[in-house]
């Protein structure tokens, strides 16, 4: 026991002794650059317009420049099927032709009608011509001329409709029918689209509208395809979504070797190019979320500055606003440098 109450007096003063020499460290440390006066040292950039390219992405869906739902507009029983599953066509290749014989007999019939009326219709003008029949009497004839004739007319489109045929050229989808099904108006046969030319819709924000223009050349990232496809601007649409705040773009794609098809998602990239942009490094960006801002030095002392952001890349941001050619931007030591402080400044090598 007396020997631990010995070792703690020891140490205890030992304590005592050294307590003078440390103090003064500890003071030195913990007031740090303030005490000693020296002031946070950054690195600046100081900006100058410059050419700045970045890749904006958007998504996208590949529509096919025509498409069709092949349908009948008549009920009836197939009679025949004249294509095969993705067979191409030419505009007028017959696809289906529905069972005809009962419009053929109507048809028939009424025309042998209206032979007899016009020749009744032409008497009867002869006689009332002559005083022997009264206006109404000829008027009746040629009426009931008239009626047929619309009745005929009706009768051969709904016959023609018998055969349906393609509105133009493309390939066609799949069978939905087989010979002898009956089918009603508007049950699907197949579809037909054209797959050598297709579209591209894409949705774009409004801040990028100035970025695309009819005519703007586009790259596109097809699922399955190592090899980008290219495509050129048609279309913008004159009105902003105002759910999304976004422009409907539609872009042509050429597509002679039916590689892609409708339906493909597509990413679509655009290179932005500003010759004349101001541009930072992106570690100089401060965002928060009530602003974006970077901090410049005005006479060696930090000034936090909020700005107007552009299109990015990985390393540096494009500024829209806020800041003009010639202001130096600090883009390192940031983290200890505060509003309206003194710096210590260190230009990047190759900065004036």
């Known amino acids: 026991m007396k020997k631990l109450f010995s070792v703690a007096i020891v140490v205890a003063v030992l304590g005592l002794l050294a307590v003078p020499k440390i103090l003064p460290l500890l003071e030195d440390e913990a007031s740090g650059p303030a005490r000693a006066g020296r002031k946070p040292a950054v690195e600046t950039l100081r900006l ?51 069972e005809s014989g009962e419009l053929g007999a109507e048809l028939a019939s009424v025309r042998e009608q209206l032979a007899l009326a016009e020749t009744n219709a032409e008497r009867l003008q002869s006689l009332f011509e002559r005083g022997s029949v009264t206006a109404s009497e000829r008027d009746d004839a040629v009426s009931q001329r008239e009626v047929l004739k619309a009745e005929e007319r009706r009768l051969a489109v709904r016959l023609a409709k018998t055969r349906i045929v393609a509105p133009f050229a493309g390939t066609l989808g799949l069978r939905e029918v087989s010979p002898g099904d009956l089918i009603e108006a508007d049950t699907m046969i197949t579809t037909l689209q054209t797959l050598t030319n297709l579209q591209v819709d894409f949705s774009v924000p409004e801040r990028f509208r100035n970025e695309v223009e009819p005519g703007t050349n586009l790259t596109l990232a097809v699922a399955g395809h190592q090899q980008p496809f290219n495509a050129s601007v048609r279309a913008i649409s004159p009105r902003v979504d105002v759910n999304t705040r976004t422009l409907t773009v539609r872009a042509d794609v050429s597509n002679p070797q039916r590689r892609l098809l409708p339906g493909n998602y597509a990413r679509v990239e655009l290179i932005s190019r500003n010759d004349a942009a101001l541009v930072v490094p992106s570690v100089a960006v401060l965002q928060s979320l009530e602003s974006v801002s970077v901090y410049t030095v005005e006479n060696g002392v930090a000034k936090r500055r909020e700005v107007l952001t552009g299109n990015r890349t990985d390393a540096e941001v494009e500024i829209l606003g806020g800041l003009t050619p010639g202001d130096e931007v600090i883009t390192s030591g940031i983290q200890s440098v505060r509003d309206g402080q003194a710096v210590d400044v260190r230009k990047l090598p190759g900065i004036g």
């Open 48 to 98: 100058e317009p410059q050419p700045f390219e970045s890749m904006l992405t958007f998504n996208g869906t590949l529509l096919a420049e025509k498409s069709v739902d092949i349908k009948s507009e008549l009920r009836g029983k197939i009679e025949q099927i004249a294509f095969t599953d993705g067979q191409q066509v030419e505009a007028g290749d017959l696809i289906v032709t529905i």
